[in-house]
């Protein structure tokens, strides 16, 4: 670690509200948009080698899709939600690495966009979001088993917000920051997958979303 930052090779494309995971030491990153005063949701999806250096292109989304929350789960890609040609998206899909192809599972039981997911303990967990403007914003869990291919639903953050950052951390999903009609949240809290229940932690020094 050398607290230092370097310059990868560019994407293929350009993309913002692009989201990504990491699968057997390979960054995939998926979908995403392109526009500024009209955003366009894109199917592509690549993966970039640590080893070669080089973006590889894989078999597209089953539907266009940004602002989506991807993450990893036992060597598989789960992207829910996001933003498709109609607006604000339930979707569930699920990449296989191995064989180059998604399925589409259980749709979620909420439609949302910029919204945080995370993988553990065996199950996919997805918090916060929106449904199209900042007056919009969300604060529910939704927990989906691959096993039973089923939805359910647990404690909400305490405060709702889209644009947030999520991650696994210590058997905690993370939830970082976001957005609201009158400015950007420093809010972090912690959902403890075993007590079921959220822990607020210090904000970070800076609020972003």
């Known amino acids: ?8 090779s ?3 494309e350009p993309r913002h ?3 990504a995971a990491i699968v057997d030491g390979m960054l995939y990153v998926i979908g995403g948009m392109t526009g500024l005063l009209s955003f366009v949701p894109h199917a592509e999806v690549y993966s970039y080698s640590p080893q070669t250096k080089e973006w590889i292109p894989h078999a597209l989304l089953p539907s266009p899709r940004g602002a989506a929350a991807s993450s990893a789960l036992n060597r598989k890609i789960y992207v829910t939600g996001g933003v498709g040609t109609k607006g604000s ?3 569930l899909f699920v990449f296989d690495p191995s ?29 916060a979001g929106r449904t199209g403007s900042l007056s919009s914003n969300l604060s529910l869990l939704e927990i989906y088993d691959p096993m039973t291919n089923v939805w359910s639903k647990s404690t909400p953050l305490s405060t709702p917000r889209g644009g947030v ?7 905690m999903f993370v939830v970082l920051g976001g957005e609201k009609m009158t400015g950007t949240y420093a809010t972090v809290e912690a959902y403890d997958i075993k007590g079921k229940r959220w822990i607020n932690l210090p904000p ?4 972003r979303h």
């Open 10 to 12: 560019d994407l293929p």
């Open 17 to 19: 509200h692009a989201s």
């Open 165 to 171: 950052a999520g991650a696994a951390l210590d058997n």
């Open 99 to 127: 064989t180059d192809w998604w399925e589409t599972k259980a749709a979620a039981p909420t439609k949302r966009e910029h919204l945080a997911s995370t993988g553990l303990d065996d199950k996919l967990f997805v918090a």
């Open 204 to 207: 970070m020094p800076t609020a």
């Open 1 to 8: 670690m050398t607290d230092t930052w370097e310059k990868l």
């Open 89 to 91: 998206t339930n979707d």
